[in-house]
C-alpha cells in the first residue's frame, strides 16, 4: 500500500506499457475523444439557456469558457498520462499520486455507473431520434438493448475491428456536423441577432442564469479525457495520449462554437426556448421537413460512436482493478483476441439493467458532482506529483502551468458548490455511491493479504 508521505515514485510509478503492443492509433485515440464529447447535450441544452439568455454573444461566450475549461483539463491529464502511460484514468492516477484506496472509489464509481449510465441514456437516446424518423418503431426500450448489445458484440472481437468502427462511426458524426454548418451558412436564412457584445450583455453574463447553464455546458464538454482509460494500448502513449486529448477537445470546442452559431444564426430563438430536439428542430428550417428527417436520423446513428466510445473505454478501468485487486482477477482475464472481455460483460449487464428499469436518468442527476469531484482531485494531482516526485520522468509537461490547472480547478470547485446548494440529495447520493465502493475496497485488501 503507498504511504502517504512519499516523496519517490514507488517501483512500479515509472512502468510503462509494452509500446510495441499498442493497438489505437493517434487517430482513432482522437475519435474516441470527439465521440465521447459530442452527445446529445449539443443538441438539446441551447433550449433552456435562451430563455434566460438571448443573446448570441452571451450564448457563445457560454460555450467557450466550457472549452477553455475542457481544455485546461485536457492539458493537465496529457502530463499525468504522458507520465503514468497505464489504461485505467483516474482509477491508476489518485491510486499512485495520492493512496490506493483513493484510486479504487474513483474505480469503483467509473465501473458501477460512470460508464454505464450515460451508455444507458445515449442507448436511449439513439431510440428516441430512430423512432421520431420511423413512428413504427414504438418500443424505443428493445431499440436501445439491441443497440448496446451490438456494439458491445464489436467491441468484443478484435481491438483492430473495434478501432474501425469507432472511427467510421465518430467520421459520420462529425460530417454530419459540417453539413449542417456549411448548409446554415449557405442556404438558411440568417435571424436578427447580434454576435458581437455589448452592454447590455454585462448583466446577462453576470447572472445566475449564466451560472446554471454553464454548468450544464460543461457536462456537455464532458469526455475529453476519454483516451487516458485505454493508454496501455495506445501507440506510444507519451506522444500520443496528450496530443489525443489536446487534438480532440479543440475539435470539439470549434465544433460546438459553430454549431451554436448556426442554431441561432437560422432559427428564431423563439421556436428554440424550452425545446429539447434543437438539432431536429434547426434541420428543419435549413432542409425542410425531409432533410430534418434524414438530420435526425443521421444524429441517431451519431450517437452509436457516443455509446462505441463508452463500450471501448470503460471496460478498461475495470481490467485494471482487477490486475491490481486478487479479489476482482477475473475482470482482467483477455479472451484470445486480448479482450477485457469479462469486465465488458459486467459492464454491459449494468447498462441493461439501467435500461429495464429507466434507473439510469436517477444515476445521471448525481453522477455530475461525482465525476466533477474526481476530476477535481485529479487535477489537483498535477501539483502534488511535481510536490512529491520532482525528479520523475515527465514526456509532456502541461501547457501555461501553473494557471492551466487554476483554471480547471477554479472552475471545478465553483461547479461542486453550486451543484451542492443547488441539489444537495443528489449530491449527497453521488458521495453515497462512492462510500459504497469503502467494503468492498478493505475486502480486496484483505483478500489479498490472507
Known amino acids: 500500500m503507498t504511504s502517504l508521505n512519499q516523496t519517490t515514485p514507488p517501483s512500479n510509478f515509472s512502468e510503462k506499457p509494452n509500446l510495441s503492443s499498442g493497438h489505437i492509433s493517434l487517430l482513432t485515440a482522437i475519435c474516441l475523444v470527439v465521440a465521447n464529447m459530442i452527445g446529445t447535450g449539443i443538441f438539446t441544452s441551447l433550449g433552456f439557456q435562451v430563455i434566460d439568455i438571448q443573446s448570441g454573444f452571451g450564448i457563445l461566450l457560454l460555450w467557450l469558457i466550457g472549452g477553455i475549461f475542457a481544455l485546461s483539463g485536457a492539458l493537465c491529464y496529457g502530463e499525468l498520462g504522458a507520465a503514468m502511460p497505464r489504461s485505467g484514468g483516474e482509477y491508476h492516477y489518485l491510486s ?15 465501473v458501477t455507473v460512470g460508464f454505464a449510465a450515460p451508455i444507458a441514456a445515449a442507448a436511449m437516446a439513439f431510440a428516441q431520434y430512430l423512432s421520431s424518423v420511423f413512428p413504427s418503431l414504438n418500443s424505443s426500450m428493445a431499440i436501445a438493448l439491441i443497440a448496446v448489445v451490438f456494439v458491445s458484440l464489436i467491441h468484443s472481437q478484435t481491438l483492430k475491428l473495434g478501432s474501425l468502427f469507432q472511427q467510421a462511426f465518430t467520421v459520420l458524426k462529425v460530417i454530419l456536423i459540417l453539413v449542417l454548418i456549411l448548409a446554415g451558412l449557405t442556404v438558411a436564412h440568417p435571424q436578427p441577432i447580434g454576435f458581437l457584445p455589448n452592454v447590455n450583455d454585462i448583466p446577462k453574463i453576470f447572472s445566475s442564469s449564466f451560472a446554471i447553464s454553464l454548468v450544464y455546458v460543461t457536462y456537455s464538454y464532458s469526455g475529453w479525457n476519454a ?26 470546442t470549434i465544433l460546438y462554437l459553430l454549431l451554436n452559431f448556426i442554431f441561432l444564426y437560422t432559427t428564431p430563438i423563439n421556436q428554440l426556448a424550452g425545446q429539447l430536439e434543437i438539432g431536429y428542430i434547426a434541420a428543419q428550417q435549413i432542409f425542410g ?35 491490481d485487486i486478487p479479489l476482482f482477477k477475473i475482470l482482467s482475464k483477455k479472451n484470445k483476441q486480448g479482450i477485457p472481455y469479462y ?20 444515476v445521471i442527476t448525481y453522477l455530475g458532482f461525482t465525476l466533477t469531484f474526481c476530476s477535481f482531485i485529479t487535477v489537483l494531482g498535477v501539483f502534488v506529483y511535481r510536490f512529491r516526485c520532482p525528479d520523475a520522468p515527465r514526456p509532456y509537461q502541461t501547457w501555461g502551468y501553473p494557471i492551466t490547472p487554476i483554471i480547471f480547478l477554479g472552475i471545478s470547485l465553483w461547479m461542486l458548490i453550486f451543484i451542492f446548494q443547488d441539489k444537495p440529495l443528489e449530491s449527497l447520493a453521488g ?11 478493505f475486502i480486496g485488501i484483505r483478500y489479498k493479504l490472507v
Request: hydrophobic share 55%.
Open 343 to 362: 469486465a465488458m460483460c459486467l459492464q454491459l449487464a449494468i447498462v441493461i439493467t439501467l435500461i429495464i428499469t429507466s434507473s439510469f436518468e436517477a
Open 431 to 441: 458521495l453515497g455511491t462512492i462510500a459504497l465502493g469503502l467494503p468492498w475496497y
Open 289 to 323: 421537413n425531409v432533410g430534418a428527417k434524414i438530420m435526425g436520423l443521421l444524429i441517431a446513428f451519431g450517437l452509436i460512436s457516443s455509446i462505441s466510445s463508452m463500450v471501448l473505454a470503460g471496460p478498461r478501468v475495470t481490467q485494471v482493478i482487477g490486475e
Open 96 to 110: 499512485k499520486i495520492y493512496h490506493p484506496l483513493l484510486g479504487f472509489l474513483s474505480g469503483w464509481v467509473s
Open 227 to 252: 483516451a487516458v482509460y485505454l493508454a496501455s494500448e495506445i501507440k506510444e502513449p507519451e506522444k500520443n495520449l496528450p496530443r489525443s486529448l489536446l487534438i480532440g477537445t479543440l475539435i470539439v
